[in-house]
């Protein structure tokens, strides 16, 4: 049984600072892994999703690296901005069959100015 | 291109009565995924339609239940509430078939309380 497990629980960090957000999952066979953002109380907005068979992906300041040997994953976040203060969470695919997700329990950044 | 809506975004129950929640998916979206997301369990797998099938069950007991109607709206039911059913339900859709290509696009959610 998959299981996804995020650390740290909570980050607080200076704007202007680079972070990094892990990730890590039990079964490495995996279809895919995606990063999504939860503003409180709302619902989720896709990151980035990176496919089984590529290594990282990009998106403006954002940078999502996958290993699936290690099972690990991480979201690399540059020159933050109080703007990416929200919830980040991890996501793999329950199975092939479907397109139901397993989530980590997210990390919750908190950018001041 | 209208998001996914649910309806209704705020619901106050009590203990043993049932409930319904809506889901619109996006146009042209076949695959809605329902979530329950507590402080304490986080984001929590119910159920997964696709074509009116349920295709993949979480690991909830039976008061829990879903359907999907032939326009791809969703439904999903929770009978004789209790307080722990108190959470905020989310609803996804995506335009993908399998896990491996898509990603899925999420509402609001839907808050419940339950006193």
């Known amino acids: 049984k998959q299981e996804v497990t995020q650390i740290p629980a909570a980050l607080s960090v200076p704007e202007g600072e680079n972070l990094v957000l892990n990730c890590s999952f039990t079964?490495?066979?995996?279809?895919?892994l995606q990063w999504f953002r939860q503003d409180p109380g709302k619902g989720l907005t896709s990151l980035l999703l990176?496919?089984?068979?590529?290594r990282e992906q990009t998106s403006g300041r954002l940078n999502a690296s996958l290993d699936k040997s290690s099972g690990r994953s991480t979201l690399y976040i540059a020159a933050s901005q109080p703007g990416d203060s929200a919830t980040y969470l991890c996501?793999?695919?329950?199975?092939?069959?479907?397109?139901?997700?397993?989530f980590g329990k997210g990390t919750t950044l908190s950018v001041s100015s | 291109k209208a998001g996914v809506t649910q309806t209704p975004r705020y619901l106050i129950k009590t203990r043993g009565q049932q409930v319904t929640l809506s889901c619109s998916p996006i146009?042209?979206?076949?695959?809605v995924s329902w979530y329950q997301q507590t402080p304490g369990q986080g984001l929590q797998f119910l159920f997964e339609?696709?074509?009116?099938?349920?295709?993949n069950k979480g690991n909830f007991p039976g008061r829990f239940s879903g359907r999907q109607f032939s326009n791809s709206r969703s439904e999903m039911n929770v009978s004789t509430l209790e307080l722990g059913d108190s959470a905020l339900y989310l609803c996804?859709?995506?335009?993908?078939?399998?896990?491996?290509?898509?990603?899925?696009?999420f509402g609001p959610g839907t808050r419940l309380t339950v006193l």
């Open positions: 990176i496919q089984s068979s590529q």
């Open positions: 079964d490495s066979a995996i279809y895919n």
């Open positions: 996501a793999l695919p329950l199975n092939q069959a479907g397109t139901a997700l397993i």
């Open positions: 146009s042209g979206h076949r695959s």
């Open positions: 996804a859709s995506s335009l993908a078939v399998i896990a491996s290509t898509d990603t899925q696009y």
């Open positions: 339609y696709f074509s009116e099938t349920q295709r």
